[in-house]
């Protein structure tokens, strides 16, 4: 008897659109995401997976980058923009998606 066992694979999306994102301000200003707006739902932040520091190599623009998993169970890669005060979603990884 064969048994049949569906295996699910995260599914990985590039994003590269603004968004608008809540964020704690301690010691300075906008120092990490509470939530963000993506297609009109507000997504809490639930963990923060990872942050680092970035740097474009053209306009040296640094930018301060967190892997975060929102209530929605999925993770996304957000893209902070220090000078501009301006937020960019540059990745989601939709966990659970079918191959």
Known sequence: ?????EMWYPVTE?????????CYSGFKADERPLSFV??????S???IEGSWFEEDETSRERR????VRADDGDLYLL???PE??????RRVIRLGGMP
Do not use: Y
């Open 79 to 81: 893209s902070h923009h």
């Open 14 to 22: 590039e994003a590269n659109f603004p968004v608008q994102v809540k």
């Open 1 to 5: 008897m064969s048994e049949t066992v």
């Open 84 to 89: 501009e005060g301006s937020w960019i979603l």
């Open 45 to 47: 932040v639930m963990d």
């Open 64 to 67: 301060v980058c967190f892997r």
């Open 38 to 43: 993506l297609s009109g739902r507000e997504l």
